[in-house]
Nanobody, 121 residues
Framework: QVQLVESGGGLVQPGGSLRLSCAASGSIGRINDMRWYRQAPGKERDLVARITRIGNSYYADPVKGRFTISRDNAKNTVYLQMNSLKAEDTAVYYC???????????????WGQGTQVTVSS
């Protein structure tokens, strides 16, 4: 009953920018952490950034100073602004959201379908 739809990926040259979006819909009560992961071919899926309900953000070392995570609680959406992109940023990017759909219900996490980001000249 909860769906996450990602958008914003694509092909970009080194030094360019992209903005990823992940919108949640369905049976949503309270959204807690919102996160972005990425997975490059042959590598593990790694956490890129996360943002708490009150807006505290955290970043993996390779993206610090270049990426910014933000959220719009009214739109149930998390964003990842990616600047100064490098070839090493090439990966499939996944959003992950922790949701409590009912006041007394359990928390569950949901994954987006993934969006490809390719940085190449």
């Amino acid at each position: 009953q909860v769906q996450l739809v990602e958008s914003g990926g694509g092909l970009v040259q080194p030094g360019g920018s992209l903005r990823l979006s992940c919108a949640a819909s369905g049976s949503i009560g309270r959204i807690n952490d919102m996160r972005w992961y990425r997975q490059a071919p042959g590598k593990e899926r790694d956490l890129v950034a996360r943002i708490t309900r009150i807006g505290n953000s955290y970043y993996a070392d390779p993206v610090k100073g270049r990426f910014t995570i933000s959220r719009d609680n009214a739109k149930n959406t998390v964003y990842l602004q990616m600047n100064s992109l490098k070839a090493e940023d090439t990966a499939v990017y996944y959003c992950n959201v922790l949701i409590q759909s009912a006041l007394l219900g359990p928390e569950r996490d949901y994954w987006g379908q993934g969006t490809q980001v390719t940085v190449s000249s």
